[in-house]
């Protein structure tokens, strides 16, 4: 429940905003926070429609009404980055975590049951160019994790996801990114729960180790991540994780830590708006003393002394 007018305010503001980006949606708060977390953003790559969504709400529901005013000439391809939620589309109903893909049919009523705070990267692909690479398949499921073309296809988008650069398109580059994105996606959506990966990538240690590696890179922002979540996503037990781990003389938390410190690190030095302490919760640490010993012992200096540091340089 909202606790009070500027809180509500905010929410109705946030609402505003999500309507114009990503269509007409009923949004719900939650009743299990009562402060609300809400960020909309709009990119645009050549025509290609990219929101980011960041919010705690209790529900979000698209419900067509009038074929004439409702815009359903999209899908939505969703990329999770941060929390969980379910998605539920006709008789199809699937949770997404971190680093997980889904494909949503804007023509169809669905609503999303955030699992406490959300983030995720939504692409507006054209729901005609998808429906004829996709034939009589429903244009709704979860893309599978052990496929080689979801694989792709979230190395393809990693550099949108990281901000790693500012879109200076040219004339063509939406379509080809949006033909690239169907392309992949298709082979790789499933009409349900997420598969457990194929026999023979868990009989390839290598395979698995890279597949682990990538599920760990999705997911450095979700503080809840751990090795138990990991295996699970994998479908392998935690003593096999482990062991797979040990052959690459590396453990599973060793990996996660580093890679949140060094992700950190950038942050740090890239930019001077957000403070440590946001910095270092954006990359999943809880707590900002043991963020600071582990960053220490990581590189030398401390959060304060690295980004002067760099700033200097």
């Not at 429903?138 to 790693?164: E, F, T």
């Not at 023979?200 to 999705?218: C, D, K, T, W, Y």
């Not at 040990?246 to 060094?262: F, K």
Request: hydrophobic share 40%; with cysteine; charged share 25%.
């Amino acid at each position: 429940m909202l606790a009070n007018t500027e809180a509500t305010r905010a929410f109705e503001d946030w609402r505003s905003q999500l309507r114009a980006v990503c269509g007409d949606f009923e949004v719900l708060p939650s009743r299990q926070h009562s402060l609300f977390i809400g960020d909309v953003g709009r990119q645009e790559l050549d025509g290609l429609e990219i929101a980011r969504i960041r919010t705690n709400v209790g529900l979000l529901s698209r419900h067509l009404r009038c074929p004439e005013v409702d815009d359903d000439r999209h899908c939505f391809l969703v990329f999770q980055r941060v929390g969980k939620q379910i998605v539920r589309q006709g008789d199809r109903s699937f949770e997404l975590a971190p680093g997980d893909v889904a494909l949503i049919d804007s023509a169809t009523p669905f609503e999303i049951e955030p699992l406490g705070l959300i983030e995720n990267i939504s692409f507006h692909l054209s729901r005609d160019d998808v429906r004829r690479r996709m034939g009589a398949r429903a244009l709704c499921g979860k893309l599978s994790a052990s496929s080689n073309a979801s694989r792709m296809l979230s190395s393809l988008v990693q550099p949108i996801h990281n901000n790693d650069f500012q879109f200076q398109s040219m004339a063509g580059d939406g379509r080809a990114l949006q033909e690239a994105l169907i392309a992949l996606m298709a082979p790789a959506l499933t009409t349900g729960e997420q598969p457990a990966p194929r026999k023979e990538v868990l009989g390839e240690p290598q395979m698995l180790f890279s597949l682990a590696l990538r599920l760990i890179e999705n997911s450095l922002q979700d503080c809840s991540f751990d090795p138990y979540t990991l295996a699970d996503r994998l479908g392998v037990s935690v003593r096999r994780l482990y062991r797979l781990f040990e052959m690459e003389g590396e453990s599973v938390c060793r990996v996660v830590l580093r890679r949140r410190l060094q992700r950190s690190a950038e942050d740090l030095l890239a930019s001077g708006v957000e403070s440590i302490t946001q910095v270092a919760f954006k990359w999943g640490f809880v707590d900002a003393a043991h963020f600071s010993r582990a960053f220490r012992r990581q590189f030398g200096l401390s959060p304060r002394e690295y980004r002067l540091k760099g700033c200097a340089a």
